[in-house]
Nanobody, 127 residues
Framework: QVQLVESGGGLVQAGGSLRLSCAASGRTFSSLAMGWFRQAPGKEREFVAA????????YYADSVKGRFTISRDNAKNTVYLQMNSLKPEDTAVYYCAADLLRSLGRRYYSADEYDYWGQGTQVTVSS
């Protein structure tokens, strides 16, 4: 079992920044690929970013490319999502997810690819 705990969400004005963290336990962190998803009210959960076990490969949704950065620190068992130039449409609950396939499957953008999920952290961007 893998436990994931997100933190760092909050209320920020448009154009501002936030950094989300996700602490993992229960399994060797470097054996996991990690992803971030988000879900706005009334909408389906959508892919935001993903990173392979080594941090050498990262993937982003078009809507966040150039504004968000995913990274990981395997020594701290933590994955991060740095969010800059935030927009009101970024408002959502953000979820951290772990994939037991550390190289990431081809469908890294699909929630079905991931095996474990955190409880989510709310991000609200005011205009």
């Amino acid at each position: 079992q893998v436990q994931l705990v997100e933190s760092g969400g909050g209320l920020v004005q448009a154009g501002g920044s936030l950094r989300l963290s996700c602490a993992a336990s229960g399994r060797t962190f470097s054996s996991l690929a990690m992803g971030w998803f988000r879900q706005a009210p009334g909408k389906e959960r959508e892919f935001v970013a993903a990173i392979r076990w080594s941090g050498g490969s990262t993937y982003y949704a078009d809507s966040v490319k150039g504004r968000f950065t995913i990274s990981r620190d395997n020594a701290k068992n933590t994955v991060y999502l740095q969010m800059n130039s935030l927009k009101p449409e970024d408002t959502a609950v953000y979820y951290c997810a772990a994939d037991l396939l550390r190289s990431l499957g081809r469908r890294y953008y699909s929630a079905d690819e991931y095996d474990y999920w955190g409880q989510g952290t709310q991000v609200t961007v005011s205009s």
